[in-house]
């Protein structure tokens, strides 16, 4: 449901504003390039057929507003042009007035795909990959965001940690992975797009980080920006 509804809000806002743009699905807790064999056809089936539905609605308001103009006039409505941008030349309903561009990518959330991202990368409808610095952060350390909280004030104070990396990324460790799954992923598709995501996206020094690493894009909640 939220990717219909989505891909749904995005049809309206493109038809009300007369504007294309392109969304960006992404699939995510991928452990296995396996996954998508059963994953990507469904997403697939979703774009579609919320596409035809949203045009099959258009299609019904188009002929309840010519019926509506032509209730005083003779029976026998003639709707063949408020048909016609709904039909192809075949005479099939056609999207192609008002369809939305899906891009569809892998959120990238354990280490195992990390491994495996030249596989993932390697599926020919993966569009891009999005590392989920957080996820991969409690599963390289092996504490969880909220647990690291009770201990990581004096883990910080004896420099057992050179920072929180739920804030700061772990540069070494989980930094280190993201880079060498990047370099995996862009040997199977040169110029991937890759995007990055959590909590440490609003650390000056992990965005650089990620930049050199290769990273294109980051995103956060915009309630953790610092102001």
Not at 145 to 161: S, Y
Not at 166 to 190: H, Q
Request: contains cysteine; charged residues 20%; negative net charge.
């Amino acid at each position: 449901i939220p990717l219909e509804a989505c891909i749904w809000g995005a049809l309206q806002v493109q038809q009300d504003m007369s504007i294309k743009f392109e969304i960006n699905v992404i699939v995510p807790c991928l452990v296995s390039d396996h996954e998508l064999d059963y994953i990507l056809p469904y997403v697939h089936d979703v774009i579609v057929r919320t596409n035809e539905t949203f045009q099959t609605q258009q299609l019904a308001k188009e002929f309840a507003k010519e019926e509506a103009e032509s209730k005083n006039q003779r029976s026998g409505i003639d709707i063949s042009h408020a048909i016609a941008p709904f039909m192809s030349t075949s005479g099939m309903f056609s999207s192609s007035n008002n369809t939305i561009c899906c891009n569809v990518g892998i959120m990238i959330s354990t280490p195992r795909a990390c491994i495996r991202s030249n596989a993932i990368a390697k599926v020919p409808a993966v569009q891009f990959l999005c590392f989920d610095l957080t996820s991969l952060t409690e599963k390289v350390f092996g504490f969880t965001e909220d647990e690291a909280a009770n201990f990581m004030e004096p883990f910080i104070q004896k420099h057992i940690l050179a920072a929180n990396p739920f804030k700061s990324l772990d540069r070494n460790g989980v930094g280190s992975m993201i880079k060498s799954a990047i370099t995996l992923a862009r040997d199977e598709k040169p110029g991937m797009m890759m995007m990055g995501c959590g909590t440490a996206c609003t650390d000056g020094k992990s965005i650089r980080f990620l930049a050199d690493a290769g990273i294109n894009v980051v995103t956060v909640d915009v309630k953790s920006i610092p102001l």
